[in-house]
C-alpha cells in the first residue's frame, strides 16, 4: 500500500519535468505551451490523487476527487488539441471549439453533486460515486483522446522520415497507454468494481517516460545538449524510484524484520 500511496508523486515529478522542459526554451511556442497545459493538467491529476490516497476522512477525499478532475476535465481536449499542433495542422476546427466548450460546461459542473455525488471506499481507497453528467463526461474524455490519437496514426503512416516516425510513435504508445488507464479508472466506480486496481496513474507515469524519451531522443522539443542530459538524467531517476523504493522496503522487511 506504501508504494500506492507514493506512485502519484512518483507521475507528478515526471510530469513537472516535463513541464519545465516545455518552458526551459521557447515559452513563446504555441506548441511548447500547449504541451505545458496538457503536463499542468497531468500534474493537478496527479496530485489530487495522493491526496485522495492519502486522506482517510470521506469529506475530505470528496474535497480531492473534485480537486483532481480540475485536472482531469481539460486532459482530453488539451491532448487533442496538442496533436493538432504537433502535426501542424488546422487548430481552427469545429470539433476543437466544441471540445472547450464542453470542457468548460464540465468544470463548471465538477465541484457539484451532478458530477461527483460523493464517495464510496474500495479496497484501494476512496473512489468517486459518479452523478448523472459523468456519463456524459466519459464520452467526451474517450472521445477527445480517440480523436488525437487517430489523427497520429494516419500521420504516421504518411511519414517518410523515420525520425519523425519514431518520435511520433512513442506519443502514439504513450497516449494509447494513457487512454486505455483511464478506460479502467473510470469503469472501475462507474461499474462499482472495487476490486480492480486503478492503473490511471502508473498509465500516466508511462505517457510521460515516453514523452520524456521523445523530448531526449527525438527533439519533441527543442533543448541543448547539457538539458538533454539532465533530463535523461532526472527521468531515469524519478522513474526508478517507486523500483528502489519497493526494494528497501522489501529488504527491511525480510531481512531486518517488521518494524515493532
Known amino acids: 500500500m506504501i508504494v500506492h500511496k507514493i506512485l502519484p508523486i512518483v507521475a507528478l515529478g515526471l510530469n513537472l519535468l516535463l513541464l519545465g522542459s ?28 495522493f491526496g485522495l490516497r492519502t486522506t482517510v476522512d470521506p469529506d475530505a ?7 483532481l478532475h ?5 486532459i482530453p ?6 496533436v493538432l ?96 488507464g483511464g478506460v479502467v479508472d473510470i469503469v472501475r466506480f462507474m461499474l462499482s468494481w472495487d476490486w480492480l486496481y486503478p492503473i490511471g496513474i502508473p498509465s500516466n507515469a508511462v505517457f510521460a517516460l515516453a514523452l520524456g524519451v521523445a523530448i531526449v531522443r527525438y527533439r519533441l522539443i527543442n533543448i541543448g545538449v547539457l538539458a538533454k542530459r539532465l533530463t535523461l538524467y532526472l527521468f531515469t531517476s524519478v522513474a526508478l524510484a517507486p523500483i528502489l523504493f519497493l526494494g528497501l522496503w522489501g529488504f527491511d522487511q525480510v531481512v531486518l524484520g517488521p518494524a515493532r
Open 85 to 180: 499542433a504537433f502535426l501542424d495542422l488546422p487548430r481552427r476546427r469545429p470539433a476543437l471549439i466544441a471540445g472547450y466548450v464542453l470542457c468548460g460546461v464540465f468544470l463548471l459542473v465538477g465541484p457539484t453533486p451532478l458530477f461527483v455525488s460523493g464517495v464510496i471506499d474500495s479496497d484501494w481507497g476512496f473512489m468517486p460515486a459518479a452523478g448523472p453528467l459523468y456519463a456524459p463526461f466519459f464520452v467526451y474524455f474517450e472521445s477527445y483522446q480517440v480523436l488525437g490519437l487517430v489523427r497520429l496514426l494516419r500521420a504516421y503512416r504518411k511519414q517518410s522520415s523515420s525520425f519523425k516516425r519514431n518520435r511520433t510513435l512513442l506519443v502514439i504508445l504513450g497516449g494509447t497507454v494513457s487512454l486505455l
Open 61 to 67: 477525499a470528496l474535497a480531492w476527487e473534485r480537486f
Open 70 to 74: 480540475v485536472g482531469v476535465i481539460p
Open 77 to 82: 481536449v488539451l491532448f487533442y488539441h496538442y
Open 22 to 49: 516545455a518552458l526551459a526554451q521557447d515559452r513563446r511556442s504555441p506548441r511548447n505551451l500547449l504541451f505545458a497545459f496538457l503536463v499542468t493538467a497531468l500534474a493537478v491529476w496527479n496530485l489530487g490523487v
